[in-house]
Antibody, heavy 115, light 112 residues
Framework: QVQLQQSGAELVKPGTSVKLSCKAS????????MNWIKQTTGQGLEWIGI????????SYNVKFKGKATLTVDKSSSTAFMQLSSLTPEDSAVYYC????????WGQGASVTVSS | DVVLTQTPPTLSATIGQSVSISCRSS???????????LHWLLQRPGQSPQLLIY???RLESGVPNRFSGSGSGTDFTLKISGVEAEDLGVYYC?????????FGGGTKLELK
């Protein structure tokens, strides 16, 4: 069955970067786009962007341009999201979700930005 | 950005009761290709969201048929015909017609 396994919780300091991973299994990785979504109590669910694993092509929410960078490693069927220049406002749970209808979700990765 | 407004924010129901959730969009969600990319998700407590309904009314595989979706343009509805205990959680609508994709604020379904 389709599974998206995300990396674990991160506690990071302001101003640093973090790279989250999402390992796909149970389907052909390059056949479906991969989304990244941010969830906070205050702002709810926010779409960060999407990547085409086959071509590496990306599309970002303008709000997250410069903050998030999406990449993939086709050899390991893994999608990555790097978040840079972290501030406390980046503290959230981040999800990867498959395809244009988000039909499979990872378990989420908690990122806490604190000094 | 497209704003999706869900009502009610909280819904109290008894087991077996039928309920509806509304999702209204600030713009038509009819894409130029003729499709409408409005989907419904359920997030159970402590879990990731899961897809229930896609493209307004198409039931995701494995989702019970007590869930149904309807609507067009800017007004959409999710109906649960006979709430079961496993249906409790927060329901979200999400649109993928206009970039950036956006989510509704959620409707929390709880037991009365």
């Amino acid at each position: 069955q389709v599974q998206l396994q995300q990396s674990g919780a991160e506690l990071v300091k302001p101003g640093t970067s973090v790279k989250l991973s999402c390992k796909a299994s149970g389907y052909t990785f390059t056949s479906n786009h991969m989304n990244w979504i941010k969830q906070t109590t205050g702002q709810g669910l926010e779409w960060i962007g999407i990547i085409n694993p086959g071509s590496g092509g990306t599309s970002y929410n303008v709000k997250f341009k410069g903050k998030a960078t999406l990449t993939v490693d086709k050899s390991s069927s893994t999608a990555f999201m790097q978040l840079s220049s972290l501030t406390p406002e980046d503290s959230a749970v981040y999800y990867c979700a498959r395809g244009t209808i988000m039909d499979a979700w990872g378990q989420g990765a908690s990122v806490t930005v604190s000094s | 950005d497209v704003v999706l407004t869900q009502t009610p924010p909280t819904l109290s129901a008894t087991i077996g009761q039928s309920v509806s959730i509304s999702c209204r969009s600030s713009q038509s969600l009819l894409h130029s290709n003729g499709n409408t990319y409005l989907h419904w998700l359920l997030q159970r407590p402590g879990q990731s969201p899961q897809l229930l309904i896609y493209s307004v009314s198409r039931l995701e595989s494995g989702v019970p048929n007590r869930f149904s979706g309807s609507g067009s343009g800017t007004d959409f509805t999710l109906k649960i015909s006979g709430v079961e205990a496993e249906d409790l959680g927060v329901y979200y609508c999400v649109q993928g017609t206009h970039a950036p994709w956006t989510f509704g604020g959620g409707t929390k379904l709880e037991l009365k």
